[in-house]
């Protein structure tokens, strides 16, 4: 499967393609710049993933690295409450460009091991995903760091790949 990863800055999208692709977490990340391409097998699926840079600078860019893939990933820190609004803000302009229609869509509420991290419930609500239409949406929270709930992400994954 070919899947964009997107979200706000220092969400932990470039934390997920590590962790799935050598099982590393780090405290030390360097924020992406445009964009990371890399190809990840996992059992007996190939993923190619686009993790895309989440400063806003960067953020024009997700419409072209989201064309034409199998599924989006959304990244959400969790535990950052503050930046729901701008989350939600884009994600949904995201989602309004007709060349996105009907791409499947995982939402990750990231971070779950910081205290006071929104559940999914919550996330639902604050980012408005009860409104998306005509696409399969998912939200999961997770921990990059703990590595909680990795496995029903690759699940999710792995139903996408053809
Ligand atoms: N506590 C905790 N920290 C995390 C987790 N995932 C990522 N981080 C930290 O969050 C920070 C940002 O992670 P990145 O993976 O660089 O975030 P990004 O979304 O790729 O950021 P950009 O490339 O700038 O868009 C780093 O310090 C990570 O170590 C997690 O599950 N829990
Ligand atoms: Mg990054």
Redesign the pocket.
Same mark, same amino acid.
């Given at each position: 499967a070919e899947i964009s990863v997107v979200?706000l800055? %220092?969400? &932990? +999208?470039?934390?997920f393609v590590n962790v799935i692709g050598s099982g590393q977490w780090?405290? #030390?990340?360097v924020?992406?710049v445009a964009f990371n391409y890399r190809k990840v097998r996992k059992g007996n699926i190939t993923l190619k993933i686009w #993790?895309v %840079? &989440?400063?806003p600078k960067f953020r024009s860019m997700w419409e072209r690295y989201c064309n034409g893939v199998d599924a989006i990933i959304f990244?959400v820190d969790s535990a950052d409450t503050e930046k729901f609004d701008t989350a939600r803000f884009e994600l949904h302009q995201l989602l309004s460009q007709a060349s996105l229609n009907g791409v499947p869509l995982l939402v990750l509420g990231? +971070?779950n #091991?910081?205290d006071g991290h929104a559940p999914v419930k919550d996330l639902i609500k604050a980012l408005q995903l009860d409104k998306i239409q005509g696409r399969p949406v998912s939200c999961y929270s997770c921990?990059? +760091?703990s590595q909680h709930n990795l496995d029903i992400v690759l699940r999710w994954l792995a139903e996408r790949s053809h």
């Open positions: 979200g800055q %220092a969400s &932990g +999208k470039t934390s780090s405290e #030390d990340v924020p992406t #993790d %840079a &989440g400063q990244v990231n +971070k #091991d910081v921990s990059m +760091k």
